[in-house]
């Protein structure tokens, strides 16, 4: 199992971001996929989760309303819409393949978003 992030790079606070999370070696009707971020100097927290089973989402209150998780079975990818971006959301973020943090057992390498004028 695999997972790769990307999209994340420098964007003006209100600007916006895709982010992507490619999977490989299993597909995505099996297990659910969480977005997570670490800003510096912080812990890592859960953003955004998808059930790719039943497409059930879950957000943060941090950002609700702002970004949007979404899937492409097909092309085996989740996406990370990010809207209204602002400073607060800088951070490294990964991808994931569980809801909880305790129960990732594959986590993709990071994409830097750095939200900053």
């Given at each position: 199992?695999?997972?790769?992030?990307?999209?994340?790079?420098?964007?003006?606070?209100?600007?916006?971001?895709?982010?992507?999370?490619?999977?490989?070696?299993?597909?995505?009707?099996?297990?659910?996929?969480?977005?997570?971020?670490?800003?510096?100097?912080?812990?890592?927290?859960?953003?955004?989760?998808?059930?790719?089973?039943?497409?059930?989402?879950?957000?943060?209150?941090?950002v609700k309303g702002r970004f949007t998780i979404s899937r492409d079975?097909?092309?085996?990818?989740?996406?990370?819409q990010m809207n209204s971006l602002d400073t607060g959301d800088t951070?490294?973020?990964?991808c994931a393949d569980a809801c909880r943090y305790s129960s990732v057992?594959?986590?993709?390498?990071?994409?830097?978003?750095?939200?900053?004028?």
């Amino acid at each position: 199992v695999q997972l790769q992030a990307s999209g994340g790079g420098l964007v003006q606070p209100g600007g916006s971001l895709r982010l992507s999370c490619a999977a490989s070696g299993f597909t995505l009707d099996e297990y659910t996929i969480g977005w997570y971020r670490q800003a510096p100097g912080k812990e890592r927290e859960g953003v955004s989760c998808i059930s790719t089973r039943d497409e059930n989402t879950y957000y943060s209150e941090s950002v609700k309303g702002r970004f949007t998780i979404s899937r492409d079975a097909a092309k085996k990818t989740v996406y990370l819409q990010m809207n209204s971006l602002d400073t607060g959301d800088t951070g490294t973020y990964y991808c994931a393949d569980a809801c909880r943090y305790s129960s990732v057992q594959n986590w993709g390498k990071g994409t830097l978003v750095t939200v900053s004028s």
